[in-house]
Each structure stands twice: as C-alpha cells, then as structure tokens.
C-alpha cells in the first residue's frame, strides 16, 4: 500500500514544479531566458527565501569559484540606472532596469565596468565613490546595455566570502530567479535531516512527553525518507511539525521551492517559494524556526503550520493553526499517515513519510509548567529591573506573536578586558527569543562619571569576549543609554580606554615594488569599540591620505593621494581611532616603486628617397624624428586582477 500511495505522490508533483503565470509579476511574459550572470561558473551556493539571521534571502547567491574580478554579465538587454555601496551588507550593488519591466540587482561587487564609472564620476556624489564612502546614486544617464554585456566585476565586499548576489523585484515583489532561466538543472538531491515535533499547549503529550522531540531521518531508497526511530508517534493534544532539509550544492547546503504536509491526499499546509513581498523581509521566522535555523542550512528548519500573523505569500492556507496537528480529530486505534513532499532545483524531488495515533494514555500525574507571557504583538508594553536601572519599551509589532521576557542583574560576571572599565552590571535579557518583528528599546541608567565619554553598550558573547552594539545614543539629562535591538542577551555598559593598533599588513613583506598591481595595505585592530571607518589621520610625503577600511579582517588600503602609485621613494605616516575617541600610536612605513623600464622603438629599414630633400627640409626631418625619440612616460592603468581561487564557501549574507 505504501508503494503505491508514493507513486501516486510522485505523479503529483508535476503541476506543483510547472512555472504558472502567477509565479511572475501580473502581465509579464518571459520571452526568453535569462542570461547567466557570472562568467565562467555555473553553480548556485544560496536559493531564493532561504533564512538569514533577521530576514529572509531576497535574491539567489551564485558561485564566482572564490574569486575576486570574475566578468559580471547582464542577464537581459536594459538599462543601468542606479549603484550602491553599503559596507555592512552588500557592498558595491548596480541596479539593472530592464526592457521587460523586471529589475535586477548585482551585489558584493569588486568594480563597475568603465562606462558605468563614467557615469557615476558624472553625478553629485561623485566624490563619496571617488573617497569609497557609502552611496546611492541615481546615474544622471542610464547606461544602455546588452544581454550578456560586461557590466562589473565579481568582489567580496559588504558581508560574505566572493560570490554574486543576485535579486529580481518589480513593484515591491521579489521573485525567485529560478522561473526566469537561472536555475541550477544540475542540482543535486534534497536531504531530510529531521522531524522536530513541538507540542502547541502546556498539556500536549509527545510519546508521553510535554517537550519538544527531534527524530533524525534516513534514506531507504531513491530520494524517499523515514524516520530513524519508531515511524508512529503518539500524540495527545495539539502538536506542530517542522521540518529540517536541504538540497545539496557541491559543498553548500540550499533552501527549498516547496514543501507541503498531507495526510492521505488532503494539503494540511505548506509553502512554495516564488516570491516574497518587500514588506515581508524581515518575516522569516514565520516560516522558519529562528531558534535552531542557521543561514549555512545546518540547519534550515522549516514550520508546517500557521503561526499566528503569517500572511506570506506562497503559503498553501493562511488559516490559524492550519497545519496543527490535533488528537481531538483523530479516532483511537486508527493510525494516520503523514507525508512530507518537497521539491528543489533542477526538478528534484524528495518524500518523507511516518504515522500519528490518537495517545490513550492518562498523563494526569504529571506536572508541566504553566506558559508565562508579558509582550504581545498587538499591544505596547514595558517593564523594570529590580533595581530600577534597567527598562525594556516594546512597541505595537515588537514581536510577531507573543513572548516572556524577565531581566536580571548578573552581579558574578565581570568584564576583565584590560582597558575596558566596566560601568554598569551585566543584565541578561530572556530567556532565548529571535521572533522579533520591530524589536524593543533597550535603557540602561549609568553614574556620572569622566569615563562617560569613551562608553557604550556593549553585547557579552559567550565566549566571554565583548561587542560593541551599533547605533545607541547617550541621554545626558537622564544619563542613560538607549538603543533598538532585536535579540536577546547579556548586556553592560563600559568605557574603551585602550588605543587601537595599527601595523604593516602582511601582504607588505618588501620595501620595493614593481608599479604593476601595486596596493598600499595596512592593518588595524581594536579590542573595545572597534574601528572607526573614517577614522584615519594618513599622510603620504606628508599629502593628506585616504584610505578604505575593511572589517572583516582589519585590511586598511591607501588609495589616496595618487603619487604614492608613483616611481620612486615614498614615506607612509599612519595612525586610526576607535569610536570611543581612542587613536593608535604612528605607523611609519618607507618603500620605493620601480621606475618602468623604457621600451626603445624598434628601428624602420632606411629607404632612399624619391626625389632630393632640401637642407631645410632635412633639418626639420630630423628634429621631428628628435621628439619621437623621447616619449613621455604614461601612467598605467591598475588592471583588476584574479584571487587565488579558493573554495567556494556559503554566503550568508542578503
């Protein structure tokens, strides 16, 4: 019977992986298929909607082989009207509008292609490209360009190792990349890992348990699963499912298109990922569990029931507890069979099945804990430590459900960092929560003190090292910090006393250097409140510099003034600042670029005149072939140059 309930499932499947209408924006027809966008490579490491920590993945991450300056291709004739630079996430981005309507985005680019530089170097802020600061710029001529036509250069800036991270929206819409030819068609299979079964009420019994329970599951044969223990679960109550899968991608783990939970031939719920609207970024956690999921897909665990608030588009029903599980519907004695379908790139497809029973047993003997909730999605509420310095504010939407959260002064820990002078207790936030919607606002009251210039909140990680929380403010008049966050926590306040340091980057190992290629590197770190991304005092042959910070490994580039390029002897003076006012003891560095070799003319065979030359004419014959002689020398273009490749790694970035 089994056998055959699967065949009939696998037929199924052909209606759900056919592209309809309603998979692009109202009206459009895709003539043809995009064109691939990365030169040379042709694997996919991240799918449309996968989780990311706080969002969903609006777009679908291609593989540049590890790479830095890999041609980047426009996938469709249009025009390039728009480019970025966002350093926190994705770097350098171009926006392409296309002839059919669609518009893509190309993000964590190394360079733009000349014709779209020119255009930038046209526009009012001209200057923040030329002094690499973050930008938005509107092109003041949009750039036409072909299908297929160089457009930038594959990088790594912004978050993430080098890939290309690609989106396509219309109308505040993302839509999957996938329908629009940029499928992986050869995919690999899609794996279940495990059935994560979570009881919905305090009185719900899992195999006699008031407690999640997790069932690995294993591959019987041909792309069909069971679970690793028994395949019949007794409930009694109200459970959810979740799923965790993935489908492979040489080394890297990807997202699903869709997944669906029956029961016979009946859809109790499921989702398929075409498309995502703008305004539902940040509303990953109603599809995945935030608390176990991670955005290298170890693992990606997807919900099969509604959660209260869901209204994604792409869900099978947007039914309150659609998809719940209940023993009060289920008759005693009567198994029923679930069956899990998921279907991924390249047409693959993969089943999961295992069975519920109506539990007799009689659980009144046991106690189970009572669930506590203080914050709501839709009311505002706020609440005090014990000793009053601590307040949470969560407005209207802070979550997308409901939540408790109690805070508590932890007076055993303290903060050893030297040069770190801690000013408040740390005070943990919790328990564990990720489901939040706009978050909550964060008071902590400090004394007066002269350290109060150089502090700032700061998150205690569990290796017990200290961050720095960006974008918190200082109230004098209530002597307070304040801040937006949307996680949980240990938090303190302290005072950055120590200097940043700053020293030869090891890629600097000469002190001459051939003009060809030739990059002016530096590195600074910082133990308290990190570097400032401006915050440089550079002079090059005593010319004010500039220079280009990259946070993820401390690398600082002079890029500015253009002498330091230049053949000959050049002397380096620099010194960096951390937020908290802090600057860095002087790095001097003298190195010296090899003037260019002349490349003489090669000389052309002496043929004999025609016809005889005057004395005048000879002479100026001769003062012309004088100037030739001695040309000028040029400056030489930096031509972009090929990383050493490197293995391709998940991006978990946008």
Do not use: C
């Not at 859809?267 to 991670?294: A, C």
């Not at 330091?564 to 600057?583: C, I, Q």
């Amino acid at each position: 019977m089994l056998r055959f309930f699967v065949f009939v499932l696998t037929t199924s499947f052909l209606p759900i992986l056919a592209i309809s209408s309603s998979d692009f924006p109202p009206g459009f027809v895709l003539k043809n298929p995009y064109i691939w966008p990365v030169k040379g490579y042709d694997s996919i490491t991240g799918a449309f909607g996968e989780f990311r920590t706080g969002h969903f993945h609006m777009g679908q991450d291609f593989s540049t082989g590890g790479r830095i300056g890999v041609p980047i291709l426009a996938v469709a004739k249009g025009k390039v009207t728009r480019v970025q630079r966002r350093w926190t996430s994705i770097g350098y981005a171009l926006f392409l509008q296309h002839d059919d309507g669609m518009t893509s985005r190309y993000g964590h680019l190394h360079k733009f292609a000349p014709k779209v530089v020119k255009q930038i170097l046209k526009s009012k802020q001209s200057k923040r490209f030329k002094d690499r600061t973050d930008f938005d710029i509107a092109l003041p001529e949009p750039v036409e360009v072909d299908a297929g036509e160089i457009i930038a250069f594959s990088g790594d800036t912004g978050v993430g190792p080098p890939h290309l991270h690609f989106e396509l929206f219309k109308d505040n819409v993302y839509y999957n990349p996938m329908h629009f030819g940029l499928g992986y068609n050869a995919a690999e299979p899609i794996v279940f890992n495990t059935l994560r079964i979570t009881p919905q009420t305090p009185r719900t019994f899992i195999n006699g348990r008031n407690e999640t329970i997790e069932i690995p599951f294993y591959e019987t044969s041909g792309n069909r699963f069971e679970l690793s223990e028994s395949p019949t679960l007794f409930i009694q109550g109200k459970v959810g499912i979740q799923i965790a899968i993935h489908q492979k991608s040489n080394n890297n783990r990807l997202g699903i298109f869709t997944l669906d939970m029956l029961i016979g031939d009946n859809v109790l719920q499921g989702f398929q990922l075409s498309k995502i609207l703008k305004e539902h970024t940040r509303k990953n956690v109603l599809l995945y569990d935030s608390s176990v999921s991670k955005p290298n897909g170890n693992p990606f665990s997807y919900y099969l029931h509604t959660r209260d608030g869901n209204d994604l588009l792409g869900m099978r029903s947007n039914g309150r507890e659609q998809g719940i599980l209940d023993s009060e519907q289920m008759k005693m004695g009567e198994p029923k069979e679930v069956t899990i379908r998921a279907t991924g790139m390249g047409g693959q497809m993969s089943l999961a099945s295992f069975y519920v029973l109506k539990d007799q047993g009689d659980y009144s003997h046991i106690v189970t804990k009572e669930w506590k909730y203080n914050v709501y999605y839709d009311r505002y509420t706020t609440f005090k430590s014990k000793d009053t310095k601590v307040e949470l504010f969560f407005p209207v939407n802070a979550v997308y459900s409901k939540a408790f959260f109690e805070i508590e002064a932890q007076e055993q820990i303290k903060i050893n960092t030297q040069g770190l002078n801690q000013l408040s207790s740390v005070y943990k936030i919790g328990p564990d929560f990720k489901d939040f919607n706009l978050g909550y606002d964060l008071y902590v009251k400090v004394p007066k003190t002269k350290d109060i210039n150089s502090a700032d909140l700061y998150e205690v990680l569990a290796d017990g090292n200290v961050k720095k929380i960006n974008g918190s403010s200082f109230s004098s008049w209530g002597q307070f910090f304040k801040v937006r966050l949307r996680k949980t926590g240990l938090f303190v306040v302290l005072s950055d006393q120590t200097p940043p340091n700053i020293y030869l980057h090891e890629l600097m190992n000469k002190t001459v250097y051939p003009r060809e290629d030739f990059a002016l590197y530096l590195k600074a770190v910082d133990v308290g409140s990190g570097i400032m991304p401006d915050g440089f005092d550079i002079t090059v042959d005593g010319i004010p510099g500039k220079a280009e910070f990259f946070p993820k490994d401390g690398r600082l580039e002079i890029f500015e003034p253009e002498s330091l390029y230049e053949p000959g002897k050049h002397t380096v003076l620099a010194s960096v600042r951390d937020f908290a006012g802090n600057w860095s003891s002087t790095v001097r560095y003298d190195y010296e670029i090899q003037t260019p070799p002349v490349v003489e003319e090669k000389k052309k065979p002496i043929t004999e005149p025609t016809s005889f030359e005057t004395a005048k004419e000879k002479k100026s014959t001769k003062e012309t072939k004088t100037k030739q002689s001695s040309p000028k020398v040029q400056k030489v273009v930096k031509p972009i140059t090929i990383a050493p490749k490197a293995k391709d790694k998940k991006s978990t970035s946008r």
